[in-house]
């Protein structure tokens, strides 16, 4: 099957670009971007040794989740906050976070469950006006905006390379995104720990494995190139 043979080409390039940063390729999480995929389709991936799945899409992660079965659920798309309800007790991690509003309304609703939902702080750190994310500037207010709530942490950061071919635009733009998640890593905040650093996608993944990123969202290199819906 194309995905699995897919699946083992990514795997064996993460190797090779962990290998290169001196790091461990066991400590990089392959996390499927699975906009568009059929249930079926994400079993198999999972069947196959993906374990993290991605949705962008409240209503689609939604219906999935009781289709795919021994996945771990991430939410990696813009989230609005009247949608925070339908995936605060699915999604293990929540990826794209970048306001206070945002974070206070996941209080809310993980409060009502009982639970520590998990978030990545997005930043836009391309400054592209296109992209959303919080600019490096604001990261630490919301951080210490989230030291008053008890059912979140901030467990990383998280963003999207810059649109372009330009290999040293987008190895800066992760660069700079490591050392705020090493600076914020060695801060003393209750409610953070720096354990996730979710950077890189199909075209650029393996340059955000050589500049620290331990997640990597991986979608058309996966699944190949989709319609979208």
């Not at 249930?39 to 949705?55: C, F, M, N, R, T």
């Not at 520590?116 to 990261?139: P, Q, Y």
């Not at 979140?152 to 998640?181: K, S």
């Amino acid at each position: 099957m194309q995905i699995l043979d897919n699946l083992e080409k990514i795997q064996n390039e993460i190797s090779v670009a962990a290998k290169r940063a001196g790091r461990d390729a066991k400590d990089i999480i392959l996390l499927g971007a699975t906009k568009t995929v059929d249930p079926e389709i994400i079993q198999k991936a999972v069947d196959g040794g993906l374990s993290y799945i991605g949705e962008n899409r409240v209503q689609e992660l939604c219906d999935k989740y009781d289709k795919v079965h021994r996945a771990h659920w991430h939410f990696i798309g813009h989230l609005q906050t009247n949608k925070v309800k339908y995936i605060i007790d699915k999604a293990e991690l929540i990826h794209a976070v970048d306001s206070a509003h945002l974070l206070d309304e996941i209080e809310k609703q993980a409060k009502k469950h009982n639970l520590v939902s998990r978030v990545l702080i997005e930043v836009n750190a391309s400054g592209e006006e296109s992209k959303f994310g919080t600019g490096f500037d604001a990261v630490l207010p919301l951080i210490e905006a989230n030291e008053k709530n008890t059912n979140v942490q901030i467990a990383g950061l998280m963003t999207i390379g810059p649109h372009t071919d330009n290999t040293d635009e987008i190895r800066t733009a992760f660069r700079n995104m490591n050392a705020l998640y090493e600076k914020i890593g060695v801060s003393s905040y209750h409610n953070t720990k720096m354990q996730y650093l979710s950077m890189g996608m199909s075209g650029d993944y393996t340059v955000a494995i050589e500049e620290g990123a331990n997640i990597v969202r991986i979608g058309s290199a996966i699944f190949g190139h989709r319609k979208w819906r």
